[in-house]
Nanobody, 124 residues
């Protein structure tokens, strides 16, 4: 059983910064990729950032250079540092654990776990 809990959301003015954190439990955290997604009202869920178990990172096109994802395997946490925030960054931010498993025949099984989200509101 996997549990993900996000924290750190809130209200911030444009140009400000926030640091989101996701605490994971129930699995060996260091073995899995982690990610952040966001969803604004009336819009589809959007990829923000991801980090593999080996520390490689990937970012959505509209947040590169402003956001930084990191992980602390000893604490079972993944963080998202957000700088130079814009009103269009306003959304609910969700933490994701991405699990890939292989059976004895080499067949892959994929499972994603999600937190409940934390709201980020950026005022103009």
């Amino acid at each position: 059983q996997v549990q993900l809990v996000e924290s750190g959301g809130g209200l911030v003015q444009a140009g400000g910064s926030l640091r989101l954190s996701c605490a994971a439990s129930g699995r060996t955290f260091s073995s899995y990729a982690m990610g952040w997604f966001r969803q604004a009202p009336g819009k589809e869920r959007e990829f923000v950032a991801a980090i593999t178990s080996g520390g490689s990172t990937n970012y959505g096109d509209f947040v590169k250079g402003r956001f930084t994802i990191s992980r602390d395997n000893a604490k079972n946490t993944v963080d998202l540092e957000m700088n130079s925030l814009k009103p269009e960054d306003t959304a609910v931010y969700y933490c994701q654990m991405h699990i890939r498993g292989y059976n004895d025949f080499g067949v892959m099984s994929v499972m994603d776990y999600w937190g409940k989200g934390t709201l980020v509101t950026v005022s103009a």
